[in-house]
């Protein structure tokens, strides 16, 4: 047999504190092949990377590895730091988690890019450019020349991931270290990214190291995998044989955890017309106001009266939507380019219409820039739509002064998507989750407001005991039932989540989506869902609006979407999407190719979802095409009736 490419065998990692040694990796034995893809699985805090930084000698200050981590025979861990770095970028080569701290700042991508590349290869400035041109151009990088001369913030976060695996095979190196290189991406630019990493290995034979959370990329890229907790490997084995028959609890929590596109959906809503809306029964209520327009057959006052009921809808007999928008528009109007050039204008959200009743959760999905986080700031005032109306428990928003807005806003709260950056770390537990009642309830006493957040903790699930601590001494998990029992302390109608588990673990992913949903079975809360990731969305929402570059391409009932999408953009997101099943596993290398995303200063004519599109003709380059109901649901799209598209 050929000696394996790589071979850990017993490797630890500690790190020495003031509270005495830390070891963050027991013991780590396995082997990587010529050509094979290693997943290396695990929770945060499992030891994943600092194994990776072992090999590689990249560990902090305080930090020792021990054992053995053998590269073509030679063992990494004794070798000179002279020779190590002579290995470093030319036959190993690492692509980091977050390409924004990995990139610096202050070069021009293709100035970084060629320093690895003359640092080896010790080839001319131009032809090194021109290495980095063919290398971007590789991992689909559009209009490489001018992307060498950009620097790292005016890229998307795809494209600087991109760009960090460019720079990583600029020399072909034997071994890739891929350190969740997806995670926080969009599903379409996460399924390009596997499918180059997938090409990499056949064409050039690189073998990859692949760290990740997420078992159903493991189950669609992977040929072996191994299970680390705590630092301690659990379990390990070719990919099929694992998942088919996790032999530890662990590796079965993991696996149950990953979110399923066929899984079922939450139960029905039972409260009175609640489970009502845009996607049952024949085009009449909300279906027919969202198809006629702002201001036209919504039921709901449109007036700055102070009523705070939900009312009801004499359209449908229902309850009113908590949250109801209609038309809502946001232009935004960006600096000149020059003196004498036109302001560019771009239109981030167009005419989006959408309804959440109590009980209910209205799920927004889309890629980054498709407008989902500016629509849930504008129906919230948070920034000023340009057009458009908004009613929230039955009052309008529009006219209200800025008093009244703000009495308005203690109906609806907000959860973020950065646990840690969503709280002051300045402030303790208690004060941050008291903080709304310091706004919105200032008569409160301090024992009272204690009461209170003793209580929004404990609906959480967190230790009321811990409210004396600070933003750093919890999980991330943790943190995120922070933000969330701030905003359910003053009790509101609506809860708006904008990407609150994209950036967990896949395990505190389950556990904060399960809280939500009980949270809102028990408060009959409305919720706004805001994600990328369409199965989390099924784990939750009861409806779905789809968005792209800012307008609406599919909305309705999420069970019926998820069986028979009927838009083309529908059909790719959930087709990018890794499944656990090994029929289904690779379903990611049959979506649509994550190409970049048209600028939104100048998205195409007609559908703007064409230039992507599989179906595309003349028509629409031509016509913007108008929603209509097909199937029961809201779509936006000329081929919406074509049998292809729901086979």
Request: with cysteine; aromatic share 4%; charged share 20%.
């Amino acid at each position: 047999m050929s000696q394996p490419l790589l071979e850990l065998d017993d490797l630890a990692v500690r790190f020495a504190t003031r509270e005495g040694p830390v070891t963050a990796l027991h013991g780590l034995s396995c082997t990587l092949g010529e050509g094979e893809i290693l997943g290396l699985v695990g929770e945060s805090g499992s030891g994943k990377t600092q194994a990776a930084l072992a090999i590689l000698g990249l560990l902090a200050a305080n930090g020792r590895a021990s054992g053995q981590a053998r590269f073509r025979g030679r063992d990494l861990i004794a070798l000179p730091p002279a020779e190590l770095q002579r290995l470093r970028g030319d036959r190993i080569a690492m692509v980091f988690q977050d390409p924004m701290t990995a990139l610096n700042p202050y070069l021009r991508i293709g100035a970084q890019m060629q320093l690895a590349l003359r640092r080896h290869r010790r080839v001319s400035a131009r032809a090194a450019r021109d290495a980095c041109a063919e290398m971007l151009a590789a991992v689909q990088v559009t209009d490489p020349g001018r992307r060498l001369d950009m620097y790292p913030h005016e890229l998307s976060g795809g494209m600087r991931q991109r760009v960090m695996i460019a720079t990583a095979l600029l020399c072909k190196p034997d071994l890739l270290i891929a350190d969740e290189p997806t995670t926080a991406l969009d599903v379409t630019v996460q399924a390009g990214i596997l499918r180059l990493l997938a090409q990499l290995r056949r064409e050039h034979g690189t073998a990859i190291l692949f760290i990740t959370h997420d078992l159903g990329i493991v189950a669609g890229l992977c040929d072996s995998m191994l299970v680390l907790r705590q630092g301690r490997c659990v379990e390990q084995g070719p990919v099929a044989e694992v998942l088919a028959g996790p032999r530890t609890d662990y590796a079965r929590e993991l696996l149950a955890a990953v979110p399923r596109l066929d899984q079922p959906g939450p139960p029905p809503v039972s409260m009175a017309g609640s489970a009502a809306g845009p996607v049952t029964g024949s085009v009449t209520g909300p279906v027919a106001a969202a198809i006629a327009g702002p201001g036209r057959g919504t039921g709901i006052d449109t007036g700055t009266g102070t009523g705070t009921g939900t009312g009801t809808d004499p359209a449908t007999g229902a309850d009113a939507p908590v949250l109801s928008a209609r038309g809502v528009s946001v232009t935004f109007t960006l600096p000149r380019p020059h003196p004498f050039a036109p302001a560019p204008r771009l239109q981030a959200v167009v005419d989006a219409n959408l309804d959440v009743r109590r009980g209910e959760t209205l799920g927004i999905v889309g890629e980054s820039g498709s407008g989902k986080s500016t629509l849930a700031r504008a129906v919230l005032r948070l920034i000023p739509p340009t057009a458009g109306r908004v009613v929230l428990l039955g009052r309008s928003l529009q006219g209200l002064g800025a008093a009244d807005l703000r009495a308005q806003r203690r109906h609806a709260q907000l959860v973020f998507q950065d646990p840690f950056a969503a709280l002051d770390p300045r402030l303790t537990i208690r004060d941050i989750v008291a903080e709304p009642l310091s706004v919105f309830e200032p008569s409160l006493g301090r024992d009272a407001v204690t009461e209170r957040v003793r209580q929004a903790l404990e609906d959480v699930g967190l230790d009321p005991a811990a409210m004396g601590r600070y933003p750093h001494q919890f999980s991330g998990g943790q943190c995120q039932r922070v933000g969330i029992a701030r905003a359910l302390v003053l009790e509101p109608a609506l809860l708006v989540c904008d990407e609150p588990v994209s950036a967990l673990d896949v395990t505190v992913q389950a556990q904060v989506v399960r809280l939500l949903a009980r949270v809102q079975r028990e408060r009959g809360l409305a919720m706004l869902f805001i994600a990328h990731d369409l199965a989390v969305v099924r784990a939750l929402c009861h409806r779905v609006l789809v968005m792209y570059l800012g307008r609406t391409m599919e909305s309705g009932d999420a069970g019926a979407i998820y069986r028979e999408p009927r838009h083309p953009y529908t059909r790719a997101l959930l087709q990018a999407v890794p499944a656990v099943d090994a029929g289904a596993a690779r379903s990611w290398e049959s979506a649509t190719a994550a190409l970049e995303l048209p600028s939104p200063l100048a998205p195409p004519s007609g559908c703007v979802y064409r230039t992507r599109c599989p179906l595309a003709t003349r028509r629409c380059a031509d016509e913007v095409p108008a929603p209509r109901e097909i199937a029961g649901r809201l779509v936006a799209c000329h081929h919406a009736d074509d049998a292809g598209l729901a086979a």
